[in-house]
């Protein structure tokens, strides 16, 4: 298994343009996830997803839209972007619901705004 | 969602235990405990997971008392490779768990 596939590693984008995150996994996990981490700071959830074709809303999820039409892919869209979105983005999966299903994370993408 | 208090930084050596603490005062009835490790540039990655008492891997041993208030992360012999950010979050039994994290613990492992 590959686990949690994260696409680009880096990105920079200039203020106003889109771009698409995008996050695979094949442990056939029902949960997925999107996270942001600022410099020094804990994780903050974006949105998330308890199955294809069901997504919410997380902490801070301005900014950002998502979709999940397959169990295997959660991409993560910038709408317009802004210097505020610089970050690392993590997605991250769960078999099921509950505290006892551990979360898997991605390697991250390093998003910069300019 | 149980709020989770942690040292902010500890430092240590090769070979020494390790045990950092957390505060969770508020923590419900059903919520479990779970530890994360992070490395720099990379995810989270799960370490231990505890309801009561005392739960041990191959990693690492929770304590967490009959109140269950707070919880401690026991890391034996640490390593350098250790260094890290160390995440205590509480999570609920069922339903999806939106994952509170902290400004973790950033543990230093000294030669």
């Known amino acids: 298994n590959a686990g949690v596939t994260q696409t680009p590693k880096f990105q920079v984008l200039k203020t106003g343009q889109s771009m698409t995150l995008q996050c695979a996994q094949d442990m056939n996990h029902e949960y997925m996830s999107w996270y942001r981490q600022d410099p020094g700071m804990g994780l903050r959830l974006i949105h998330y997803?308890?199955?294809?074709?069901?997504?919410d809303q997380g902490e801070v999820p301005n900014g950002y839209n998502v979709s999940r039409s397959t169990t295997e892919d959660f991409p993560l869209r910038l709408l317009s972007a802004a210097p505020s979105q610089t970050s690392v983005y993590f997605c991250?999966?769960?078999?099921?619901?509950?505290?006892?299903?551990?979360?898997?994370f991605g390697p991250g993408t390093r998003l910069t705004v300019t | 969602l149980a709020k989770t208090t942690q040292p902010i930084s500890m430092d240590s050596y090769e070979g020494q235990e390790v045990n950092i603490t957390c505060s969770h005062n508020n923590i419900a009835t059903n919520d479990y405990i779970t530890w994360y490790q992070q490395f720099p540039s990379q995810g989270p990655r799960f370490i231990i997971q505890g309801y009561k008492t005392k739960v041990t891997n191959e990693v690492a041993s929770l304590f967490i008392p009959a109140d269950r208030k707070s919880s401690t992360l026991s890391l034996p012999r640490v390593s350098l490779s250790d260094t890290a950010v160390y995440y205590c979050?509480?999570?609920?039994?069922?339903?999806?768990?939106?994952?509170?994290f902290g400004t973790g613990t950033r543990l230093l492992v000294s030669p």
């Open positions: 979050l509480v999570e609920g039994r069922t339903g999806f768990q939106k994952l509170v």
């Open positions: 991250a999966s769960s078999l099921t619901s509950g505290g006892l299903y551990e979360q898997y």
């Open positions: 997803s308890v199955g294809a074709g069901i997504t």
